[in-house]
Each structure stands twice: as C-alpha cells, then as structure tokens.
C-alpha cells in the first residue's frame, strides 16, 4: 500500500492529476483497460465552469453544475479518486507530492486547467473578484446581493450608486455572458425585489481591452452580441484598459474612473502549473506547458498534459489550442488511446483538435454562434447554445435540473436562487481565498 492506501499492482500506474474536462473525459476513456488509474483532484467534483455564471446571478444552484467525480468513477474496475492537492512533481522519483501523501507513478498526466490571471496587479486580485470556481461564484451571488441590501440603507447617494455599480472586465464569453445576466437581473428582478430602491441607477459596464467584445468570435457575432448588450442596457466600454482598483474606485488607462463597490476580473487566465513542472524551459505563453503532438510534456517520455494546461503549436494553432472545454475533451480522448498504445509498444497517433465552433449567450433569446460552416446569431442560437450546454452537462440529473430551471426562469422571468447562503464579506479575505471550502 503507498501512502494514500493504494494497493501495489502488477498494472501500470496512471496517476491524472485534475478532475475537469480533460480528466475526466481520459478516465472515461481509461475505463475499461488493464491499467491502474489514481485520479487526483483538490475538489470533490467536476466543475462545469460554462455555466458558472448562472451560479453568480442566481439562475442556477451551484449543485447542478458540479457532479461528484467518484460517481464518473463508479464500476471503473482499477481505479482510485483520492481527494488531494498535488503540492509538485518530482520528475527524479516519479512521484508526486500532495497534502495526504505521495504516490508514485509510471505515468502522469496534468490536466490542472488554469487559473485567474490578474497580471500581477495585487489592487485587483485583492479587491476584485474572480469566477473560477463555484465558490467564487458563490461568493460574487452573495456580494450583489448584499450589495443592493446595502445599497437600501445607506443615505448617500454617491455610496448607493456605488454599490449598484458594476464592473466587468474583460469581453471574452464570461464577461459577456455574466454582463448580460446582471443586466437581466436589473430589468426584470430588482423592480419588484427593491421597490423602494431606485434600481435604474444600476450600472452595469463590461470593460474590454480591444476593440471588439469576443474577440475570439467572427467580427458578426461580436458585432451583435455589443448589439444584444446595449439592447439590455449594458455600458459596453472598448479599448479601455484597467489598470487599478482600490475597492471602491476603478482606475483605466483612459480618463475614466468608476466607482464601484464591485469589480469582476474575467480578462485573462493563466495555466494552474505545479512545482516541479515549472522550469522556463517546459512553459509557454500563459505558463502553459509544451507538450509535442501526443501531449507528452518535452523532455519526458511518462509525463503528459491535457487541456487548458497544454500548450501544443500545431499549423492550424501555432499559439496552442483555445482554453476551452473541446481542446480538453479532445486531448483526453486521445491521450487514453495513445497512453495504452504506449504500454502495448504501439507508435502514437498525433492529435487533431476538431474544431466544433464557439458560441455566448447575451440573454434571454439572444446568443452568437460561430459553427465551423454556419455564422448565426438570435433566438434560434440561443436554443443551439441551451441544447449544447445541456448535452455537455455531467449527469442525468443535472441535465434535468437545469433545463426545468431554465424552462421556468423563462416563463416567470426570474432567477430564484438569488440567496445570501454563505455571507461574503470584502474585508473578510480568508472567506475569499479559501476557495476549495464551500
Ligand atoms: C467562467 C468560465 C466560463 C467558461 N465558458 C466556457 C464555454 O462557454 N465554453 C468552453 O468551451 N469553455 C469555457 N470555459 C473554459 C473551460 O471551462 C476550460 O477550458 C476547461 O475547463 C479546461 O478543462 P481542463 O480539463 O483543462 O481543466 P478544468 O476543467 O479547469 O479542470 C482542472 C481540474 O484540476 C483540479 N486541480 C487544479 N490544480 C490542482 C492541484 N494542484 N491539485 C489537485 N487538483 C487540481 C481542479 O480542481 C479542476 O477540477 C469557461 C471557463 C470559465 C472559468
């Protein structure tokens, strides 16, 4: 038995670091073969981070985004969850090293997703809030909430418009998609919530560094969905920087200050490497790792990564693929077949990411989908953007869960899970950066 009570076996040892898209969809695929699989994560659950979002704005409850990774496990003969943070590798040993003990491998794969970047900038990262994690997401759900309680109490007027004033950096699809809800939110749910609060005053400002919202979409559907936004009465703010917030004013590179009692940093995320993996020469741009067409990890024949982490240079995608859930799932997928054709002495096959579109949603009836032929955008790509978020959900009674919970939000023009659970308080940082209790 190793430190973590694993049983010694004759199979080869696969030790997965990371429980997320890519993970998960390697176990899958791992889940039948004469290997001895020893999944590691730091949370108890799969995260569906598309949908986090909804958790923030209360559209949904968090547990219907997150799935226990030892149900994904469940009847996979050879196989052992232990929930552990890995703390670093030591390549020498062929071990790692967690906060229950260390195991060793024959084979590791990383697929530890990415972090909140915040380039360094301490102001934000300490000040702002971050939707990583269904804890962050939580955390920010309490905060707007508890903002507008405020926002009730207070006689200053400047301090009220402060704490409905919010600012959302970064135009990718999170920021998009969180600006729209709020916006929503303001529309259709404070009116009634605050009667005897003027909840027009609500600002709700996307901050985007470029000149254009999803940069990463066709020009049309950035385009439209800055349409959608100013529609639902969002402030869509391009080529601004942020450079600084101190907890109540947001300073930008331009002349142009914010006060807000919320700032949401959704411009940047940077690879979740581990001690031991991180010399200069094995990253990237973003700290991710290099990783040759089999992600195998360079320099190590035993050591692979996957996902958000890897950073793979193909000719179609020669600054690595998007940090998204496809390039994850695909990775995986892959590395499953390639790691038994490794034990069985077969030549690896190379990985080819499929690339099946991209696709936000703005609001009620209103999405962007970019389809490898298609460009569409509207109500029908909304429904797209629903269906396919709903088949990629873990769980059958997830699937169910959101999809009643959305049927109802529809009809009734409302989001019920706007609840303060877990009371979050801006001083109060340890409720903030312990992020893996719930
Ligand atoms: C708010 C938000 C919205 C998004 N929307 C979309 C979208 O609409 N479409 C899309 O395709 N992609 C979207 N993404 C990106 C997508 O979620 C990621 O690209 C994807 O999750 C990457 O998969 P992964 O397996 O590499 O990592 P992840 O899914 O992040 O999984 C990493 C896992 O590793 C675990 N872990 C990390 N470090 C350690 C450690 N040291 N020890 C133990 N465990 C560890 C984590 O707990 C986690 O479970 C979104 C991301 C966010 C944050």
Request: proline residues 4%; contains cysteine.
């Amino acid at each position: 038995m190793s430190s973590m009570n694993i049983p010694q076996s004759s199979l080869p040892r696969i030790v997965i670091i990371g429980g997320g898209f890519g993970g998960i969809a390697l176990a899958k695929k791992l889940s039948k073969k004469e290997v001895q699989v020893v999944l590691l994560d730091k949370h108890n659950y799969h995260t569906f981070q598309p949908l986090l979002y909804q958790v923030s704005t209360g559209g949904l409850e968090p547990d219907s985004i997150a799935y226990p990774i030892r149900k994904v496990l469940q009847g996979y003969p050879h196989f052992y969850f232990r929930l552990a943070e890995v703390f670093q590798v030591i390549t020498d040993n062929r071990k790692v090293e967690t906060n229950i003990g260390s195991i060793a491998y024959d084979y590791l794969v990383v697929a530890t997703g990415s972090k909140t970047n915040f380039f360094g900038n301490k102001n934000i990262e300490e000040n702002g809030m971050a939707m990583k994690t269904v804890p962050q997401s939580l955390n920010l759900r309490s905060l707007i909430l508890e903002n507008f309680e405020q926002a009730l109490l207070t006689d200053d007027l400047h301090e009220r418009d402060a704490l409905m004033n919010f600012v959302i950096v970064g135009g990718g699809p999170t920021g998009v998609e969180l600006a729209g809800a709020l916006a929503e939110i303001k529309k259709g749910i404070l009116p009634k919530d605050y009667p005897d609060l003027d909840t027009r005053r609500a600002q709700i400002n996307l901050v985007q560094g470029g000149d254009r919202i999803l940069p990463a979409m066709s020009e049309i559907a950035s385009s439209k969905a800055e349409r959608f936004l100013e529609k639902l009465g969002v402030n869509v703010w391009k080529n601004v920087r942020v450079t600084d917030y101190d907890g109540k004013h947001v300073a930008t590179d331009q002349d142009l200050v914010f006060e807000s009692a919320t700032l949401v940093w959704a411009a940047g995320v940077q690879a979740a490497g581990i001690k031991g993996l991180d010399a200069k020469e094995l990253l990237c741009r973003g700290n991710r790792l290099k990783v040759n067409r089999y992600n195998q990890v360079e320099g190590f024949e035993e050591i692979f990564a996957i996902g958000d982490i890897a950073h793979m240079e193909t000719e179609a995608f020669p600054n690595g693929h998007p940090m998204m859930a496809q390039p994850a799932i695909q990775q995986g997928e892959k590395l499953g077949e390639n790691l038994i054709r490794l034990i069985e002495n077969k030549p690896l096959k190379a990985f080819v990411y499929r690339d099946k579109g991209n696709m936000a949603t703005v609001g009620r009836n209103k999405a962007v989908c970019d389809l490898p032929r298609f460009k569409f955008q509207g109500v029908f790509a909304w429904f797209v953007w629903m269906f396919v978020h709903l088949y990629f959900l873990i769980g059958f009674r997830n699937r169910v869960v959101v999809f009643i919970n959305w049927v109802y939000n529809y009809i009734r023009f409302d989001r019920e899970a706007r609840l303060i659970i877990r009371p979050f308080k801006k001083q109060d940082k340890v409720s903030k950066e312990a992020e893996t209790v719930t």
